[in-house]
Each structure stands twice: as C-alpha cells, then as structure tokens.
C-alpha cells in the first residue's frame, strides 16, 4: 500500500511496529495475481531473481494416496504457477523498491499506539518509536495491522467473527536432500499437515481443533511425534527433533470482517478488515489486491489532500465481494473438509468421487483459478509518478 501510493507521488509514512520483517507466521504462498501485480509495476524480472519455488500443480496425500489438488497450468493468467517464498524476503524485497521513491518512509520499531482523532474525524496516529512517543497528522489513515488490528479497535469498527473452527501448531524440521519437493498436504488418521519447503528446513502447519492445544500437550511430545511420523513417514527419522512442546508455536485462526472498513480519515485494509483463514493461502495475495484497489480510487484524491467518507466507502463495496466470496469458500471447507479430517469418528476416505476430480484434469483448473487470481482480480492503475 505504502508502495503504491508513494509511486503516486503522495507522502507516505509505513510504520512497523518490529525492526524487521522476519515474523514467522504468514505463510510463503504468492498467487498468479500478485505476481500480475509485481508485472504491472515492472519488478517480476527482479522478484524471481530472488530465492524461491515454483509450483504449478497443488497435491495432496490424503491416507497414503497422492491426489491432484489444483492445477495452474490451467489458470487464465500469465502466471500460471504459485512462488513459495518466505514473506520475509517478500516484503524485504517490496520495502527495497519502494525506498527508491522519494515520498516513501518506512519507520521500523515503530508501534501505532493510538488514533488522532478531532470531532469524530481521523487525524493521525498516536506513536511509540525509537524516539519515544510522538504524534503523526496524517490527511488518510490506512490501517494495515493485521488480524489482532489494534487500529480497528481503537475506531470502535464493529467486527461481524465468522469464525474458526481450527488452529495451528507451527514449527520446523531439517529437510533433506532425498526428500520430495513441495509436499504440500499430508491428510491421515484424523491428523492434517502442510509442509513448506524452505530449502534446508520445512516450515510445518499441523492443523489441530480450535482450543486443542491443551489436550495435544496433555497427550504427550512423544505422542505427538510419533502422529506426525505416521501422518508423514518421510519424516520419521527426524521427529525426535522437536525436543518439548517448546519447539511448537501455537497460531490462532480467526475468520471475521468489519461491517464498516472506514470511518472518517481512516481505512481498514487487509486482515485488519478482513481476518482470513491459512486455507488456500490466499490471505496475503487478497491483502495486496485490497491495496491495489485502494490505490486505484483514492490516489488522484490524495495528492490533492483528504478523501471523501464516499471514497472509502468505494473501496469497501469494490473489495466486499471478493472477501465475502473467498471467506465463504474458506469456511466452507474449514467445515465439510478440515473439520471431517480432524474428527476421527468419520475420517476422511479416497472415495470414487475423490478418484474421479483425481483423474480428470480439466477439473482442476477450478480451484486453482478461485485461489490463484479469486474474484474481481486488481490491476494497478494508480499513477507512476513519484
Ligand atoms: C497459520 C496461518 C498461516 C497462513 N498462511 C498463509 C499463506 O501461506 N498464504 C497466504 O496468502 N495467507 C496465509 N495466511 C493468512 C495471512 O497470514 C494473512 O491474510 C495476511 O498476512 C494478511 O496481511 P496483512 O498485511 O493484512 O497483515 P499482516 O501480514 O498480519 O501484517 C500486519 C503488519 O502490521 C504490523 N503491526 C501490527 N500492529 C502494529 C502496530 N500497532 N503498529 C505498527 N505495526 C503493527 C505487524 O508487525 C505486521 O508486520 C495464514 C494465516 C495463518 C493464521
């Protein structure tokens, strides 16, 4: 966002309340319509210079059969493939770019604390940095902040929760050279697992009920090893790794979104607005697709100073179909799939039905399209004019 409004030639702060980007709890997936962006603003040549994976076919073992997932050969896009790569490179790489146009400034450890507000209108933030506390006036605020948005409850935004009925467990094991690329799904015995290929480590989602942390722990690290050697036997031989539960990251899943993304001088964007699940990985490439759109309606406005109640609403009726449909998609198979894997009393089977999308290949383009370029795809249109 911070980006593409400071291309526009408008004075952008970005504050980031951590000293660098090396948080570990986003996931690695970047869709066909970011890359479509990173195209449109002339940096994709440079982006794949960077480490990373393509994948053009999603699979899935599901109870020791390996099923076809997705397949984005298919996609009508001219990326037809998904690049795995750390977020942390990501938005290095982002941030690296945007420091080339002279109205970007990026303020690391630097936490929004607070809201300016004057008469019911967003002036500007309240913060905490390196100097201490200070104030920042600003003519739009743009909150960015996650799906814990700080910002968004300060404004008093009503959030409608869809709710979650899973979690994850998040943690690492070595990868070694005889093990299989990008093995994304592991689907056994009423366990659940993806698997990240990070070059020398895979970066491990084991998806556990929502609350169910307490009674993994009760049932022991041995117990829970010995699970994910059965769920994944290739990584038998190193699950004795994981030394306690220590090792083991809880993450919590939330699925919800405002009723309203705005309130006068300010603008939720992204899982502020719109917290999603890790299902399909779309999260991030949404959260851009908000920003491209964001960009879009408000640039010319904002160049010449404040934006309209209007204008913002406009962003949210552009952005409130695409969140609706991919939340929906998510909850759906959050509950007929994921919600089924985990409940041991009717445990998932490679049934005919499964076999048949298996086996015939034009059937895969359908998911790979809803989560690879999802619905009303953004390009940029926003001005270059730094
Ligand atoms: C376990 C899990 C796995 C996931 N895996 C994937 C995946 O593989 N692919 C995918 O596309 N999506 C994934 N998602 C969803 C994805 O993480 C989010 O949808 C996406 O990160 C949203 O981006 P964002 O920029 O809105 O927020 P975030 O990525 O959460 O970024 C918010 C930023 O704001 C900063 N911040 C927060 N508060 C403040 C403050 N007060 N002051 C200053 N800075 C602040 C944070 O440090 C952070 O850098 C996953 C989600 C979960 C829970």
Same mark, same amino acid.
């Given at each position: 966002m911070g980006a593409l409004l400071a291309r526009a030639g408008i004075d952008t702060v970005v504050l980031e309340k951590h000293a660098d980007f090396l948080r570990d709890f986003r996931g690695d997936t970047v869709h066909p319509s970011t890359l479509e962006v990173l195209e449109e603003l002339g940096?994709?040549?440079?982006?794949?210079k960077m480490p990373h994976q393509e994948v053009?076919? +999603? #699979?899935?073992?599901?109870?020791?059969?390996?099923?076809?997932?997705?397949?984005?050969?298919?996609?009508?896009?001219s990326k037809k493939f998904v690049v795995f790569m750390p977020q942390w490179d990501f938005l290095d790489f982002v941030a690296e770019r945007a420091r080339a146009y002279p109205h970007f400034d990026l303020r690391m450890r630097t936490a929004v604390v607070g809201l300016v507000e004057e008469r019911g209108m967003?002036?500007?933030v309240r913060?905490?940095?390196?100097?201490?506390?200070s104030e920042i006036g600003a003519d739009l605020v743009i909150a960015a902040d996650g799906r814990n948005? +700080?910002?968004?409850?300060?404004?008093?935004? +009503?959030?409608?929760?869809?709710?979650?009925?899973?979690?994850?467990l998040w943690f690492r094991l070595p990868r070694r050279e005889s093990d299989p690329r990008q093995a994304l799904g592991w689907l056994a015995n009423g366990k659940f697992l993806a698997l990240l290929d990070r070059g020398d480590y895979w970066q491990i989602a084991y998806i556990i009920a929502k609350g169910g942390m307490n009674t993994v722990q009760a049932r022991g690290i041995e117990t829970f090893r010995r699970d994910l050697a059965e769920t994944v036997p290739f990584l038998s031989d190193r699950v004795e790794e994981l030394r306690s539960f220590d090792d083991v990251k809880l993450l919590i899943v939330r699925v919800d979104r405002l009723k309203r993304w705005f309130k006068p001088g300010l603008l939720c964007i992204g899982d502020a607005a719109h917290a999603m699940s890790p299902v399909g990985g779309v999260g991030i490439n949404l959260a851009i697709q908000d920003a491209v759109a964001t960009a879009n309606l408000l640039a010319e406005s904002l160049?010449?100073?404040?934006?309209?109640?209007?204008?913002?609403?406009?962003?949210?009726r552009r952005r409130m179909l695409p969140t609706r449909v991919t939340q929906a998609l998510q909850?759906?198979?959050?509950k007929?799939?994921?919600? #089924?894997? +985990?409940?041991?009393?009717?445990?998932?089977?490679?049934?005919?039905?499964?076999?048949?999308?298996?086996?015939?290949?034009?059937?895969?383009?359908?998911?790979?399209?809803?989560?690879?370029?999802?619905?009303?795809?953004?390009?940029?249109?926003?001005?270059?004019?730094?």
């Open positions: 940096w994709l040549d440079d982006f794949l053009s076919r +999603l #699979r899935v073992h599901m109870q020791g059969t390996e099923l076809a997932l997705a397949d984005f050969d298919q996609v009508r896009t967003v002036r500007g913060v905490v940095g390196p100097e201490g506390e948005s +700080l910002v968004r409850d300060h404004a008093g935004l +009503l959030v409608e929760d869809i709710g979650a009925p899973i979690d994850v160049r010449s100073g404040a934006v309209t109640t209007a204008q913002l609403e406009a962003v949210q909850v759906f198979v959050q007929r799939v994921i919600e #089924r894997a +985990l409940d041991g009393r009717a445990p998932l089977r490679v049934g005919p039905a499964l076999r048949f999308y298996d086996r015939t290949a034009w059937l895969h383009r359908f998911p790979a399209q809803l989560v690879g370029v999802g619905i009303r795809p953004e390009h940029v249109h926003s001005a270059n004019a730094p």
